[in-house]
């Protein structure tokens, strides 16, 4: 065994690992745990320039990671002033009249669908409290927005266009734009012309924001984006990644075979603590937003189509990185689009067991469930979505899908029931990036889905730890605390599957280690 880095030691150990599920002392050289033992065998691995944490009976698990983020586009994405506290128009129109400018423009984010109060999202809501200012607001779900006519008309749209994927600008009956831009084509449009923050700005928020992830207990975090390569790989060299960075690039409707070729040399880029891995595919959009791919239609009579204009095309995309052994995560939200997913992957063959996974599945009814174990495909679910839902039915996404949809939201439970592999995660920005709550919410979920029983304690555990692990394809070196593996490890000051959901939202983290580096100590540990 080489000398250690760090030891870990005066910790209850919760493994993962079925052949030692407990321990009380861990050893870590190079990034990679090498001794898993007691206290009594610290003396013996210590060498001279060993590093001792004691942790004085804090509780060590695997590195939390988070199953579906956003830390690098989410820079963009989070920009302006934090919406997220309105709750109606009256909120809405008061934030927007006391925002502050950024290069003259009010920009926004985090805006809940449920702040209209059942109206249209429609910029004559709100131009007179702008006063003129161009503004562009992104909603909650980071597949709509609402821009103010002048900030329409410096983008240079004057009208509804046409998109190579499910993407709109909607507009009125006289075709005017409304200023809900449905879908990432249509909020594209703006991107030339709405301020983004500088590179020296973007390189200092993403280590502040890395840092502060670290600090409630993430070590990881399944990238579902392209991020942008060249910022993360400056920042990999000239420091330590708080959390670990696992990327996978978009593959959008209309790519051509030169454009999955340039996703498959994509694979394996990779610098210290960032890689890429995976290609991300979007099936449909969200159900508040009308673009759920679903059954029947919602209550305004929208969400019967895919965000593919052709889906048969997103099946030979899949096939065609599947066959030069890409990995893939499909965005699928409404009941028709996971069973697409599903049908793909079945025709895959056995070789794609382990290989493919849907994100978000937000309503889905009993028949898909065990297909998921059948068909080795992991299931990727945000628990703290369900926020965004009430228990009585009058959120716009529960009102959306009626009460028979609606009774199948969120079905962690029974997707472990079972047999699926259930990652889990937060989405950030769409929800807060802490690990804690994604644990607490599992074991709780809210909303429309508080009806039904969350995960157990463990189950929620695994979720962010091995369940990820395996959604990745990482299993045999990430997921558990055990010789041979990844030395991400976080410790906390409360037992995360023996506590109350509710006091492990809020659960002290005493120690956060990425790659045998310390990224968050608190404060009184040595």
Known sequence: MPTPDLILTGAKVRTLDPARPHATAVAVSDGVIVAVGDEGDVHEWRGAGTEVVALEGAHLVPG???????????????????LSGVRDLEGLRAALATA?????????????????????VDRALVEDVLAGAPAFLRLYDGHSALASGS??????????????????????????????????????????????PSYAARRARLVELLSAMAATGLTGAHVMDAGDAELVESVARETVLPVRLR??????????????????????????????????????????????????????????????????????????????GVRTATHAIG?????????????????????????????????????????????SMQPPHTGYTRSDGTDEWSRRLGTERSGHAWRLRDLRDAGATVALGSDWPIAHYDVRAVLATARAPRGAASTRAGL????????????????????????????GYRADLTALGLDPVESPADELAEAPIRLTVTGGHVMYRASGDA
């Open 100 to 120: 502050e400018r950024i290069e003259g423009w009010v920009i926004g984010y985090g805006l809940d669908h449920n702040a209209f109060e059942g109206r249209a």
């Open 335 to 379: 009941d028709v689009a996971v069973r697409h997913v599903l049908d793909v992957v079945a025709g895959l063959g056995e070789g794609a067991r382990g290989r493919h996974r849907i994100e978000h599945i937000e309503t889905a009814p009993d028949a898909l469930l065990p297909r998921f174990a059948e068909l080795g495909v992991a299931a």
């Open 64 to 82: 939390l990671v988070d199953a579906h983020s956003h830390p690098v586009w989410g820079l963009d994405m989070a920009t302006g002033v934090d």
């Open 151 to 196: 900030a329409l008309a410096a983008a240079g749209v004057t009208g509804p266009r046409a998109f190579a994927q499910r993407s709109e600008v909607v507009c009125d009956a006289e075709g005017r734009p409304t200023g809900h831009l449905v879908e990432h084509a249509a909020m594209d449009l703006l991107a030339g012309a709405v301020p983004r």
């Open 456 to 483: 157990t304690g463990l189950e929620a555990l695994e979720g962010c730890t091995s369940h990820a692990a395996q959604a990745a394809g990482e299993a045999e070196v990430a997921g558990r605390i055990a010789v």
């Open 247 to 324: 990327f996978a690039p978009w593959c959008m409707p209309g790519v051509d075979e030169e454009g999955l070729e340039e996703l498959i040399a994509l694979q394996g880029r990779a610098g210290r603590h960032w890689q890429v891995g995976g290609v991300k595919f979007f099936m449909d959009g969200t159900v508040e937003g009308g673009t759920a791919w679903l059954e029947h239609a919602d209550c305004h009579g929208q969400g019967t189509e895919a965000f593919w204009p052709d889906p048969e095309a997103y099946g030979a995309a899949v096939r065609h990185l599947h066959a030069a």
